[in-house]
């Protein structure tokens, strides 16, 4: 074997090598669930971090099961969130080259409290309608006060 198709040899196992590197993919999946009812929680937001950066998102769907394909192998952080529950956050999550992870996700329900319902006293206008054309305006407590016509 001469020096020179060795170098050829050598090269093309690199590259080899290179490529099935870079082909070494990992996969995430889980399912959102509810705390209080174990309800799965279809279209919640589910969204990856690694080292703080946002790498991807996607949505549950109808049976609250999310799905990454073709991540890189890491250690990456998960936020969930959907409208009325607490954000949800799971760090840590390690993917493997070639390994389907599994992680499901719980949501807590938010307890959102306010000052109260806010009233506005007023009083509706009813109009006569034996006298349409006077313009007279009759309100409520009027029209009990009227003494009813048969």
């Known amino acids: 074997m001469s020096k020179a198709s060795l170098y050829n040899y050598l090269f093309i196992l690199s590259l080899f090598f290179c490529a099935l590197k870079l082909s070494a993919q990992a996969s995430l999946t889980g399912t959102v669930k509810d705390k209080g009812s174990e309800e799965t929680v279809p279209f919640a937001d589910v969204i990856l971090y690694h080292n703080e950066v946002l790498i991807t998102g996607t949505q549950t769907d109808f049976d609250g099961q999310y799905s990454f394909e073709n991540l890189m192998p890491g ?26 992870v599994v992680q499901d996700a719980i949501l807590v329900e938010e307890i959102v409290t306010c000052c109260g319902p806010i009233c506005y006293l007023y009083k509706i206008p ?15 407590d009027e029209i009990k006060r009227m003494a009813i016509s048969k």
Do not use: P
């Not at 760090?91 to 390994?99: A, F, K």
């Not at 034996?130 to 305006?137: A, E, M, N």
């Open 126 to 140: 009813l109009i006569d309608f034996d006298d349409l054309f006077s313009g007279k305006i009759y309100y409520s």
């Open 75 to 100: 250690t990456y952080d998960m936020e969930v969130r959907f409208l009325g529950y607490k954000t949800g956050q799971i760090s840590g999550v390690t993917l493997i080259n070639d390994i389907r």
